[in-house]
């Protein structure tokens, strides 16, 4: 069993940065990778952001490309999402997700945090 427990949300302008946070407990040693999705209203959870705990490499969806930097801290057990230069369009609802133990696909999230960006 995994919780993860994002933070770093809130109402920011266009332009501006936030860092989200996801703070990862219980048998955090078999995950794989964790990631970022958010869900914007009356859309569909979309990938953000992802990073292998292994060895550190990431992967972005094009939207957040050279604007969100994803990273971790092995021994925090906690994961990172640094937004510069925001964008209206990034207002959503942003979740952490894990891969854990021999899970196919991501099989823990968090309870997500509202980003809104005001333009």
């Known amino acids: 069993q995994v919780q993860l427990v994002e933070s770093g949300g809130g109402l920011v302008q266009a332009g501006d940065s936030l860092r989200l946070s996801c703070a990862a407990s219980?048998?955090?040693?078999?995950?794989?990778?964790m990631g970022w999705f958010r869900q914007a209203p009356g859309k569909e959870r979309e990938f953000v952001a992802r990073?292998?705990?292994?060895?550190?490499?990431?992967y972005y969806v094009d939207s957040v490309k050279g604007r969100f930097t994803i990273s971790r801290d092995n021994a925090k057990s906690t994961v990172y999402l640094q937004m510069n230069s925001l964008k209206p369009e990034d207002t959503a609802v942003y979740y952490c997700?894990?891969?854990?133990?021999?899970?196919?696909?991501?099989?823990?999230w968090g309870q997500g945090t509202q980003v809104t960006v005001s333009s």
């Open positions: 990073i292998r705990w292994s060895d550190g490499s990431t």
């Open positions: 997700a894990a891969q854990h133990g021999s899970a196919l696909n991501y099989n823990y």
């Open positions: 219980g048998r955090t040693f078999s995950i794989y990778r």
